[in-house]
C-alpha cells in the first residue's frame, strides 16, 4: 500500500485513518464523504478505480464478511475492485462514499446492515441505474424501510416466491425494497416523482405497501 512501484501519485492530497473501524458501511461512506468534501468532483472520483482498489485494501478489516457461516471471509472479488461495469455499483468503498455524497443520512436504509458490509438491501437498492442517484427513491425508501432507531427494518428486501403467492394472507415480499424500484418505473409515466414530496409519494403507492408506512 505504501510502496510507490505499485501504485501512481493522485492529484489532490488526501489522508485517511488506514486502522479506523465502522459498524456499518454507513458510517464507512459518512467517513469518506468527510475526506473528499461535499465540493468534490464525483464522476472524476468515482472514475479513479485504482484508488478505490487501494481503498478497497485499505479498509478490507471493514468489509469482510460478517456473518457466522463467512465470519472474517472476503466477499466476492467486484465488492473490491471494478472488474465489469455492470457490476461496478458493487464496489462498497465507492457506492459507500457516493452514496451518502449524493442522498446524505438516507443512505443509511442501504448501507446501515451489521449484518454485511453489502446486504440485500444494498443490493437491491443499487443494481438499477435509474433508482440509484433518483432522489424521490432514496426519501420514500427511508420513510418506508427505515426504523426510527436507524436500523433497516426485516424483511425490507425479502423476494416474493411461488410459494408465498399461494399462502393466503402470506405477505412476504410485498411492498419491499424489489418491488418499489418496479413500481417508481410505473409511476414515472404518470408522474413527476422528482419534483412529489416523500409523504407525497407513499401516498399514491398501492395497498401493498400498506404495512411499510
Not at 88 to 109: M, N, P, Q, S
Not at 138 to 143: N, P, R
Amino acid at each position: 500500500m505504501e510502496d510507490d512501484s505499485y501504485g501512481s501519485v493522485l492529484c489532490e492530497d488526501w489522508y485517511v485513518d488506514v486502522d479506523a473501524k465502522f459498524g456499518s458501511t454507513y458510517e464507512l461512506g459518512c467517513y469518506l464523504n468527510e475526506i473528499f468534501g461535499s465540493g468534490a468532483d464525483r464522476l472524476a472520483l468515482r472514475a479513479d478505480k485504482g484508488m478505490w482498489a487501494w481503498m478497497s485494501l485499505a479498509f478490507m478489516p471493514n468489509l469482510l464478511g460478517r456473518e457466522r457461516q463467512r465470519k472474517a471471509l472476503p466477499l466476492a472479488k467486484h465488492h473490491y475492485v471494478e472488474i465489469v461495469p455492470r457490476l461496478a455499483y458493487r464496489l462498497i468503498t465507492r457506492a459507500a462514499w457516493e452514496l451518502v455524497f449524493l442522498h446524505g443520512d438516507k443512505a443509511r436504509v442501504a448501507l446501515s446492515s451489521t449484518r454485511s458490509p453489502w446486504g440485500d438491501v444494498a443490493e437491491q437498492m443499487t443494481a438499477r441505474q435509474e433508482m440509484y442517484s433518483h432522489p424521490s427513491f432514496w426519501a420514500v425508501a427511508e420513510a418506508l424501510y427505515l426504523s426510527a432507531s436507524g436500523r433497516q427494518k426485516p424483511g425490507a428486501a425479502a423476494a416474493r416466491k411461488a410459494v408465498h403467492r399461494k399462502l393466503r394472507g402470506n405477505e412476504v415480499g410485498l411492498g419491499g425494497v424489489r418491488r418499489l424500484a418496479i413500481s417508481f418505473g410505473q409511476f414515472e409515466r404518470t408522474y413527476l416523482l422528482r419534483s412529489m414530496s416523500a409523504s407525497d409519494v407513499v401516498g399514491i403507492l398501492p395497498v401493498e405497501y400498506s404495512k411499510w408506512k
